[in-house]
């Protein structure tokens, strides 16, 4: 099968186009055309059948959807029946939704930024920042052509390859040291933050826990409307008032 | 640092910005959109690294407690961060960082919205073409595809725009009386809980939450016991 460099290109715009009616399918569509280009030739009937399909409803995690992309269009050269081939995308969106989500937004981003934090704390600077952002694209490149190489060779079969991966794993082990990325990088930040008080650390630290202890009491008790945007504007807001008309 | 001709310095707040906006969402998902990111090479842009790095670092903050699943919507802080540290830039760090993220959230805020925006633009242009999409056609996948990323590519720069206007307006009409010294400790604290609230969501009930106690108390004692920070 040819096209498989130009689709792990496009996989990295796979949500360019996203909407409320097809979500990343037309992204996929996209990323999927190089390698369905062979099927013109020999059944341009196929094609103009898999390109339809290739863009139809799908959401995933996006540096994920190297599986239901490579998975379908083996399925396509194939001649696994179209049925088949929907049921699968819509099989597949869950659980790579889930598993993506898990191990990337909830995970392993938040552990890079909250090392990032820690490292310019400790005066790491840009040159720490850009090693983070490094090292996070070339996992996220490794994971990309992972997925595609695994669904192009798995097709049909690409839920038991997804299960007997390194992903489910990573998953569960990334939790530990997220938590405590994050744990640690809380206090250290907001001590550095509150440095050009250090006349008056004091004073800081006590407005800075009130506004913080308001902040989680809006959240507790004031629902969802009260997010932390809209508290941290509220109270801009009064202390700029505060200071401007108080006596 | 950089020293160059303020239309010069806007066009590269801009571009960069764009880029930032893009990233968030549509290509390449690098994490150029994380505030803390863009914020440092916002102020590397404008010669002011730490300016960069302190805004970026609270904003940054904020956006840990967002989770971008499916189809939910969120504040945008990659381009606020921008038009943020363009406006702390100018002062000094006890009062630029407040008045910074305060400039910040209210373009997050903003952007949010146009993200909606975004996505109803797209389904508006799929339902044009759907007749095309299943009949196969390959040329409406493409049209769909680069003119979604143009739309977004647009949004973004409009954003950056919009923060860099605000910064200008802050920097020729806001007097630095009127910016109270304490209005960085209150974004910092209510930056904190945004965090704190992100983290401890996302720790779920198992294991992780007693991680993220451990990191907690090591923080502290870092803090306290070894006097690391300051």
Known sequence: MKGRGRALLRLFAVQGAWSYERMIGVGMGYAGQPLLDDLEAGDPARHREATARSAEFFNCHPYLAGLALGASARAEHDGVPGAHIQRLRTALCSPLGALGDQFFWAGLVPMLMALALIGVVFGGGGWWLGLIVVVYNVVRILVTRWALLTGLNTGMQVGSAISSSWLPRAVSRISAPAGFAMGLALPVTGIWLLTPWVSAIGDALLVTAASAGLALAARRWGGPRWSSLRVGLLLAVLTLLWTRFAP | ?230
């Open chain 2, 1 to 230: 640092m950089m020293h160059m001709p303020l239309p010069l310095l806007f066009a590269a707040l801009l571009l960069w910005g764009t880029i930032v906006g893009l990233d968030l969402v549509s290509v390449p998902q690098g994490l150029l959109a994380r505030p803390l990111v863009a914020g440092s090479v916002a102020g590397w842009l404008v010669g002011d690294v730490e300016a960069g790095l302190r805004v970026g670092a609270v904003l940054e903050l904020f956006a840990l407690d967002v989770l971008p699943v499916g189809a939910s919507r969120y504040p945008e802080y990659g381009p606020a961060s921008v038009g943020a540290v363009a406006a702390a830039a100018f002062l000094p760090p006890a009062l630029g960082t407040g008045l910074g993220v305060l400039l910040g959230l209210v373009v997050a805020i903003v952007a949010e919205r146009t993200l909606d925006w975004l996505r109803h633009a797209n389904a508006r242009h799929v339902h044009r073409l759907t007749g095309d999409l299943e009949a196969g056609s390959w040329s409406a996948i493409r049209r769909l595809q680069w003119a979604g990323l143009g739309r977004d590519a647009a949004r973004s720069a409009g954003i950056t725009a919009f923060g860099l206007a605000l910064a200008f307006v802050f920097m020729h009409w806001v007097r630095l009386v009127w910016v109270p010294p304490l209005l960085t400790p209150v974004l910092v604290g209510v930056a904190l809980a945004a965090a704190f609230t992100g983290a401890f969501r996302t720790a779920g009930h198992g294991r992780r939450r007693a991680w993220l106690g451990v990191g907690l108390a090591t923080g502290v004692l870092a803090i306290v016991g070894l006097g690391v920070v300051g």
